[in-house]
């Protein structure tokens, strides 16, 4: 995938960033290396950072001030002192209006006649967020001479998920062994807490620590006691700990027979571990439950619907405030296309689901493709919570080879407009919650290679801020790390804003998907090598035939289009009207179909 990249680029851009990043650093402070900023911002930014002030004590005060104190130690050379003086930066908690409960307000102010910034918030986690984006504006060079921004996050539940098993390997990681030492755990390691301080420099407030083919052996005492460990450490930074639960866990934990959610004994199982993990985590966030999906045990083994089996734990969790986080990530070998399989059996739930449950929809309708139109459910199911799942790990997208930068990729999918109820109306605003599938893992620069901390950090920023260009956020990140040097930051957001559109190309052009062995998902592998052919191979995707490529999904094929909003799914089904990147996602076209002048856009 390098090869489609201007290595050009990327070898005159490196080289201008190994000239002026600090030697002898390894990754591992990602976009937090607070490096010292040129002379020529240094007596203006000191000026307005020369006291932390902690008007009142918790401790999301305690860690928010010492973040400034060695952020700006970092950026200016001097750490900040305690007294009240000109330049103080002051931590408030204040009844603001207008930035929500985790926002917070920047302001450059007077007290007393000295010149301050006031960081102030309802909640000390915005205290936090503020400090954080103080530091940002340092760190990218854009600290204006006054300041009065308000901000605060437009998804209210922002999560990553993570597919760590507790032998320690990860499902889809490319980043090492679980960043979770369960042998050494409930002591906590410094690198947790870092794990902690990054995720709220962006924002992320919730995490899921294991796999959604979960083991059900994370619900017993063991396991629970060092869970809560994890979620002291990381109460300050406002990360609450979730875990996914295997819904067969009263049989194989609690010696039942059965797990129907329906039967009395196994509602009482659920609601009595429910109550010991509140006892141990009083801020427990809930479960991830992956149901009935790839051979996972669900409601449906006992005739029971999805929302039988999601109400049943969104039961036992309510009385804490816990939330039951239900995937919709299903698909069986029956039917005409896997594309319409989700929406079939949860279409139907809508309205159906108890007020702590979110259905949880992978960005497109089959699976993490480099490239897929929005999943149908969005703004179809409006009588339900729902969340958006990206993938931040790079199954599908080259794993851990080349740069494939996929923030250009959720701003598609967030601002790709639903038209429902009405047009206008894009997926970001259907949704109470996004997760992302981690990247993480014990490598010592967190990610396995240094450019997909990008990935990580894009991801957060655009679950706060949807709206956030892509490009903005690939150049907040490029300062952060590498340098605020203009010609090397062009180079690498370059570098960065091509790299997914080509990776796309290069695997799965104008709407294909899935062209890669089932086995190991790196692709392409456009071929059926597998004897006998199973049936997920990429001919089912790509419908070649010697007549033509592309998958029908229009009224004389699948008819998937129909799922949409009728503005939506109408123009997926005119030729003239779907954009290429979707031409052979929902149209079966002939080899000698003439392309526009516009494609591909990854050469433009
Ligand atoms: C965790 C795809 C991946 C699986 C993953 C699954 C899911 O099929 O290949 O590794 O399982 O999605 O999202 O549940």
């Known amino acids: 995938m390098l090869s489609t990249i201007p290595v050009r680029l990327l070898i005159g851009a490196l080289a201008l960033v190994v000239a002026t990043a600090a030697s002898a650093e390894d990754g591992y402070d990602l976009w937090l290396r607070y490096p010292p900023v040129e002379t020529q911002w240094r007596a203006a930014y000191a000026s307005r950072a020369t006291a932390v002030v902690e008007t009142a004590r918790s401790p999301t005060f305690d860690v928010?001030?010492?973040?400034l104190r060695r952020g700006i130690g970092g950026l200016l050379g001097t750490a900040p002192q305690t007294g009240a003086i000109d330049g103080a930066i002051?931590?408030?908690?204040?009844?603001?209006?207008?930035?929500?409960?985790?926002?917070?307000?920047?302001?450059?102010?007077?007290?007393?006649?000295?010149?301050?910034?006031?960081?102030?918030?309802?909640?000390?986690?915005?205290?936090?967020?503020?400090?954080?984006?103080?530091?940002?504006?340092?760190?990218?060079?854009?600290?204006?001479?006054h300041l009065d921004v308000?901000?605060?996050?437009?998804?209210?539940?922002?999560?990553?998920?993570?597919?760590?098993?507790?032998?320690?390997?990860?499902?889809?990681?490319?980043?090492?062994?679980?960043?979770w030492n369960w042998a050494r755990l409930p002591a906590i390691d410094p690198h947790l807490v870092d794990y902690a301080r990054a995720n709220a420099s962006v924002g992320i407030n919730g995490a899921v620590l294991n796999n959604v083919n979960a083991d059900a052996r994370i619900l017993t005492p063991e396991f629970l006691r060092k869970v809560a460990a994890i979620a002291d450490a990381w109460r300050p930074y406002g990360i609450r700990v979730y875990l996914s639960a295997r819904f067969s866990a009263p049989i194989e934990l609690g010696h039942l027979p059965?797990?129907?959610?329906?039967?009395?004994?196994?509602?009482?199982?659920?609601?009595?571990?429910?109550?010991?993990?509140?006892?141990?985590?009083?801020?427990?966030?809930?479960?991830?439950?992956?149901?009935?999906?790839?051979?996972?045990?669900?409601?449906?083994?006992?005739?029971?619907?999805?929302?039988?089996?999601?109400?049943?734990?969104?039961?036992?969790?309510?009385?804490?405030?816990?939330?039951?986080?239900?995937?919709?990530?299903v698909y069986s070998t029956g039917g005409d296309d896997r594309a319409k399989q989700a929406y079939d059996e949860f279409k139907p739930l809508d309205g159906k689901f108890a007020d702590n449950v979110i259905v949880q929809i992978k960005n497109g309708p089959i699976d993490f493709q480099p490239r897929e139109p929005f999943h149908p459910l969005f703004g179809q199911m409006r009588r339900t919570h729902l969340a958006l799942e990206a993938?931040?790990?790079?199954?599908?997208?080259?794993?851990?080879?080349?740069?494939?930068?996929?923030?250009?990729?959720?701003?598609?999918?967030?601002?790709?407009?639903?038209?429902?109820?009405?047009?206008?109306?894009?997926?970001?605003?259907?949704?109470?919650?996004?997760?992302?599938?981690?990247?993480?893992?014990?490598?010592?620069?967190?990610?396995?290679?240094?450019?997909?901390?990008?990935?990580?950090?894009?991801?957060?920023?655009l679950a706060w801020n949807p709206r956030l260009p892509a490009r903005q956020t690939a150049d907040e990140w490029a300062r952060m790390t590498w340098t605020n040097d203009p010609r090397s930051v062009r180079s690498i957001v370059t570098m960065m804003m091509g790299s997914r559109e080509a990776a796309v190309d290069y695997m799965t052009p104008l709407g294909l998907a899935h062209q890669m062995a089932s086995d190991h998902h790196y692709g392409p592998g456009p071929w059926v090598n597998d004897q006998p052919a199973p049936l997920w191979n990429p001919i089912y995707y790509n419908r070649a035939d010697a007549q033509g490529i592309g998958f029908d999904r229009t009224p004389t094929g699948s008819n998937a289009v129909a799922q949409y909003e009728s503005d939506v799914g109408r123009c997926f089904a005119d030729l003239h009207c779907v954009s290429d990147d979707y031409l052979l996602w929902f149209h079966h076209l002939p080899w000698t179909h003439r392309m526009t002048a516009a494609w591909p856009k990854s050469q433009q």
């Open 391 to 461: 993938q931040i790990t790079r199954e599908y997208l080259g794993q851990n080879t080349g740069i494939a930068y996929l923030g250009t990729m959720w701003s598609e999918v967030l601002s790709a407009d639903t038209c429902a109820p009405r047009c206008g109306t894009p997926v970001s605003s259907t949704i109470t919650a996004v997760a992302g599938v981690s990247n993480v893992g014990g490598a010592r620069n967190w990610t396995g290679s240094d450019f997909d901390q990008a990935n990580w950090y894009a991801f957060g920023r």
């Open 258 to 329: 059965t797990a129907d959610p329906l039967d009395p004994r196994v509602r009482r199982w659920w609601q009595s571990k429910a109550d010991e993990i509140y006892r141990l985590i009083p801020d427990f966030g809930g479960f991830l439950v992956k149901a009935n999906s790839e051979g996972q045990p669900g409601p449906q083994t006992y005739g029971r619907s999805h929302a039988d089996g999601a109400n049943m734990l969104a039961g036992a969790l309510a009385p804490h405030r816990g939330t039951v986080i239900w995937r919709a990530f």
């Open 150 to 179: 308000c901000d605060g996050p437009a998804i209210p539940l922002r999560m990553l998920d993570h597919w760590d098993n507790l032998d320690g390997t990860v499902e889809r990681g490319y980043a090492g062994p679980s960043l």
């Open 64 to 67: 928010t001030a010492s973040e």
């Open 90 to 145: 002051v931590l408030q908690r204040s009844r603001l209006k207008g930035a929500g409960d985790e926002g917070y307000c920047l302001k450059s102010a007077r007290i007393e006649g000295h010149p301050v910034t006031l960081i102030r918030a309802k909640r000390d986690i915005g205290v936090l967020y503020g400090a954080f984006a103080f530091l940002r504006l340092m760190q990218t060079r854009t600290l204006p001479a």
